[in-house]
């Protein structure tokens, strides 16, 4: 039962265009979502989050859009640098509860 | 100075052995939870304790137990070990409970191999 899906497995991008990662969600109850990247051999580390009484949260070149309607959310990140290629893990969580539940991840290459 | 660190990072044992795998935080958190990422490449909560009480158990095998002396330390041991229980395990930390507002700082994760 996946409650959250990454259903693109990789992604390549040319360095400098925009990188969009898609992410949906099945739970309506899930109002926390959350980014996490991950490169080899090392463990996730958090990149963005975003509450559900937002659409849109900014850090720097990291975007991450949220519409509650369709469940959906996507991280953009503009301009894409070589240090970008790794996993990406959506994931998401109730704001009382103690766990996230993560996608599947989708791997980032950005080619020179 | 690594914020969670765990050991061993590599671990190779055959079907019915017992091994522990050690995780230590030094950010001074309260929570520390175990992760387990299997062959599919889901990440999914295992465990996670609070001030060394248990919050979370996902319906993880009893060959599975955590024990968190300090609540600086969580440990994972694994009796019995099969080859399903083949993965990465990532033991993760964060200020409080509650993924809201609370970063979790994960592990460079422990690679199991049951052979």
């Known amino acids: 039962d996946q409650q959250v899906k990454q259903n693109s497995p990789s992604l390549s991008v040319q360095e400098g265009r925009i990188s969009i990662l898609n992410c949906d969600y099945t739970?309506?109850?899930?109002?926390?979502f959350l980014w996490y990247k991950k490169y080899p051999a090392e463990g996730p580390t958090f990149l963005i989050s975003?509450?559900?009484?937002?659409d849109k949260n900014e850090d720097g070149r990291f975007t991450v859009f949220l519409n509650k309607s369709a469940k959906h959310l996507s991280l953009h990140i503009v301009p894409s640098q070589p240090g970008d290629s790794a996993v990406y893990f959506c994931a998401a969580t109730m704001n009382r509860d103690d766990k996230i539940i993560f996608g599947k991840g989708t791997r980032l290459h950005i080619l020179p | 100075d690594t914020a969670v660190s765990q050991t061993p990072k590599y671990l190779v044992t055959q079907m019915g052995n017992d091994k522990s795998i050690k995780c230590e935080q030094n950010?001074?958190?309260?929570?520390m939870y175990w992760y387990k990422q299997d062959s599919k490449k889901f990440l999914k909560i295992m465990f996670s304790?609070?001030?060394?009480?248990?919050?979370i158990n996902e319906t993880v095998p009893n060959r599975f137990s955590p024990k968190s002396p300090d609540k600086a330390h969580l440990n994972l041991h694994i009796n019995s070990l099969e080859l399903g229980d083949s993965a990465v395990y990532f033991c993760a930390s964060s200020q409080s409970r509650g993924p809201s507002g609370n970063t979790i700082y994960f592990g460079e994760g422990s690679w199991l191999t049951v052979v």
């Open positions: 739970n309506s109850m899930f109002d926390y």
């Open positions: 950010l001074g958190h309260d929570t």
């Open positions: 304790y609070n001030n060394k009480e248990l919050i």
């Open positions: 975003i509450s559900s009484i937002k």
